[in-house]
């Protein structure tokens, strides 16, 4: 039987939230996430990450419940969560953007005179042994994101840790991984010309 949603939150509904009833958190959810997360993806323009971003919005407010009887405007309050949190995740996404658009300029100014498959296969184990060296929470889940694609909840649920420190993990991670190549680049360059000599 399908739940029927009233389409104004009442003041009774926020009070049982606000008391802790997750029947009356999920009827919250559903009736607000459609909208907020056309608002976010409209920011993001990724499926992936909206969904994220709006389960972090979500987990906020149940934290924060008790302050639902408080908030005049809860609609506008719940649009300033989520544009917010997407602008952060938007943040996030750009300093990435630019950690990899870097590491891979640097790749291309140590091998320039190499083959782009050829490169790209000698390349790999060097990302390996930088994977290897990551601490084993940190290894774990860049491997369980990044090779066998779970999202950050999935990651979250399968190592017992709350999603932002899944978040943490992989942005260390990757640090770790550009600082272990930027630091052997030496000998990943000698490795190429090694190759090409022979």
Do not use: C
């Not at 990724?46 to 609609?75: A, G, M, P, S």
């Not at 870097?102 to 320039?112: A, C, P, V």
């Not at 390349?123 to 774990?140: C, G, S």
């Amino acid at each position: 039987m399908k739940m029927i949603i009233k389409r104004h939150q009442t003041p009774q509904n926020l009070t049982a939230i606000a008391a802790g009833d997750e029947v009356a958190f999920a009827q919250f959810y559903q009736y607000h996430f459609e909208r907020l997360a056309t608002e976010v993806f409209h920011i993001l323009k990724d499926k992936r990450q909206t969904e994220e971003v709006l389960q972090d919005v979500f987990t906020t407010i149940w934290h924060k419940r008790e302050n639902l009887l408080t908030i005049n405007n809860l609609e506008g309050y719940l649009f300033v969560l989520a544009r917010n949190a997407s602008l952060n995740q938007l943040r996030r996404n750009v300093r990435q953007a630019r950690i990899e658009l870097d590491y891979l300029q640097e790749q291309d100014r140590w091998s320039d005179t190499l083959d782009e498959p050829t490169r790209e296969e000698r390349y790999l184990p060097w990302i390996d042994l930088a994977i290897e060296q990551l601490p084993a929470q940190q290894k774990k889940a860049y491997i369980l994101s990044q090779f066998k694609g779970k999202k950050y909840l999935e990651v979250a649920s399968e190592m017992n840790i709350s999603r932002e420190t899944v978040k943490k993990y992989l942005q260390l991670a990757r640090l770790s991984i550009k600082s272990y190549l930027t630091k052997h680049r030496d000998s990943i360059v000698s490795l190429f010309f090694t190759f090409l000599i022979f």
